[in-house]
């Protein structure tokens, strides 16, 4: 897998091995960044269940001020590290090896824009949520990707889902505060 474009743009990110992690394809991380491309430049970013960090790392070659990078697999912290040194991009980012209950009941921080990608099938979706809400800021948008076999909620507080698509057996959610 490797950087779109960018600052990093064609640098090949390392992944775990074996089935701990399931990172994002290109095509969908592609599509997603089309939804957003005028979205990232200046703004905070959460990348939560992180991973790897592609789609933070991602932003942040775009742009992106700064990127909070939450996981709490020590693996994945490592790799994140490892992934962000290779880019020349960790002087604008933050590794957290925390749970994301305990990150997001803990910070203070705001966010502009939040990847949730947790394990498929655990039923983080509607917690995670609803934990995240009170984190993002008034432009606040929060990309959610989950199987197409999983419904997630159409609205938490006052944010609701304003563009689902389809990618294969993934769909990606957008979230923003609900007009009013």
Do not use: W
Request: hydrophobic share 40%; with cysteine; net charge negative.
């Amino acid at each position: 897998m490797r950087v779109i474009t960018g600052l990093a743009r064609g640098m090949r990110l390392r992944t775990l091995e074996g089935n701990s992690v399931r990172p994002t394809s290109e095509k969908v991380k592609e599509a997603v960044f089309s939804m957003l491309q005028f979205d990232i430049e200046g703004r905070r970013v959460l990348d939560l269940f992180a991973g790897c960090g592609q789609m933070g790392i991602e932003a942040l070659s775009r742009g992106a001020e700064k990127v909070t990078f939450v996981d709490s697999s020590q693996e994945s912290i490592k790799v994140i590290k490892e992934n962000l040194a290779a880019t020349r991009l960790l002087d604008r980012a933050v590794v957290e090896k925390r749970d994301y209950k305990f990150y997001l009941s803990a910070t203070g921080e705001q966010f502009d824009i939040a990847f949730l990608d947790p394990p498929y099938h655990e039923g983080f979706y509607e917690d995670a949520l609803a934990l995240l809400v009170p984190h993002m800021s008034g432009y606040g948008v929060i990309v959610c990707e989950h199987p197409t076999d999983v419904s997630v909620p159409e609205t938490v507080d006052d944010f609701e889902i304003t563009k689902t698509n389809r990618y294969g057996k993934v769909c990606i959610s957008l979230y923003r505060r609900k007009e009013v």
